[in-house]
């Protein structure tokens, strides 16, 4: 028997950052991303929040045994949501499927204070490239919202725990991405 899968969306979706099993692409209908601010960290990270309207690709994965226990404290700032029936995926049966997301009264935007950070977005952006394509992340900047958020490069030190080296061609590709967004970027010394 297969445990439980988690959908991820952001930074779960480059397979680099965890050693979750079974990683295969998905879609979650009835959600977007956005860039939010929680007490709970730092800095702006994404969240799933509920429309309607939109379906977002990403990647679902086993958890074995149904140890949620590391996921859990990886994803500490959010809740842990059902989302069996809103996932389009190819497993067979129906298997148990959740999402993170930071509950609607804990989401803060983000300030300059509480910036994306750049190598947390690198990270997201190369698991898109990787998995999706290079329509993929178009379709990430399109599905996400709150890009008037600040940016704030760290790529010469980065700060997120997970980071992972991006390529000269990978960097451009998603500076151009990024300044398609109308994303203000801030320097790690401002």
């Known amino acids: 028997m297969t445990g439980p899968y988690f959908f ?19 879609r979650l209908r009835g959600w977007r991303r956005a860039w939010v601010h929680t007490g709970l960290r730092e800095v ?20 074995p045994g ?19 029936d809103r996932v389009q995926h190819s497993l067979g049966g129906a298997p148990e499927i959740s999402v993170y997301a930071v509950a609607a009264e804990q989401q803060n935007g983000a300030t300059d204070k509480h910036p994306i950070l ?30 008037d958020a600040p940016v704030l490069n760290d790529r010469a030190a980065p700060r997120y725990p997970r980071h992972q080296p991006v390529s000269a061609a990978e ?13 203000r970027r801030i320097d790690s010394g401002s």
Not at 133 to 147: I, K, N, R, S, Y
Not at 171 to 183: P, Y
Request: glycine residues 10%; proline residues 3%; hydrophobic residues 45%.
């Open 8 to 26: 991820g969306y952001g930074s779960l979706v480059n397979t680099a950052t965890h050693d979750y099993g079974g990683a295969r692409p998905a």
């Open 44 to 63: 702006a990270f994404l969240s799933a929040v509920p429309c309607a309207d939109s379906v977002i690709d990403g990647l679902i994965a086993e958890v």
């Open 66 to 84: 149904a140890d949620w226990a590391a996921l859990d404290e990886r994803e500490f700032a959010y809740e842990r949501l059902p989302a069996s």
């Open 118 to 147: 750049l190598s947390y977005l690198d990270v997201v952006l190369q698991g898109y490239l990787q998995v999706f394509g290079e329509a993929g992340l178009h379709g990430f900047a399109a599905t996400t919202d709150g890009w």
């Open 171 to 183: 960097r451009k590709l998603f500076d151009e991405l990024i300044d398609s967004t109308g994303a």
